[in-house]
């Protein structure tokens, strides 16, 4: 009699740190726009910029960007100065 083998799939875990989305607030109501599951030594350029590129699809124009404290850098904002985008973000 031969052996029957059965192999089990290997699973690969993904560890996400957070989530971080993208809203706008339009007559009081929160719709969010974006999602984003953040691994762990992603850049927060990176970040941005996918969730700025979701807008892009959308064919929604940014008039200002309110960011959270945590987005306080300087390649953040840099990357925001090159991309001309008007924003507030929060320092301590």
Same mark, same amino acid.
């Given at each position: ?41 992603? &850049? ?31 390649? *953040? *904002? ?6 001309? *985008?008007?924003?507030?973000?929060? &320092?301590?």
């Amino acid at each position: 009699m031969g052996d029957n083998v059965v192999h089990k799939p290997k699973m690969e875990l993904v560890l996400f740190m957070d989530m971080r989305w993208l809203y706008v607030i339009k007559k009081g109501k929160r719709v969010i726009l974006a999602i984003r599951a953040i691994r762990r030594k992603e &850049t927060k350029v990176c970040i941005l910029t996918y969730l700025l590129s979701e807008l892009s699809s959308l064919n929604i124009r940014v008039e200002k960007l309110y960011l959270d404290r945590e987005f306080f850098s300087m390649p *953040i *904002i840099r990357w925001l100065k090159v991309l001309d *985008i008007p924003f507030i973000i929060p &320092t301590q």
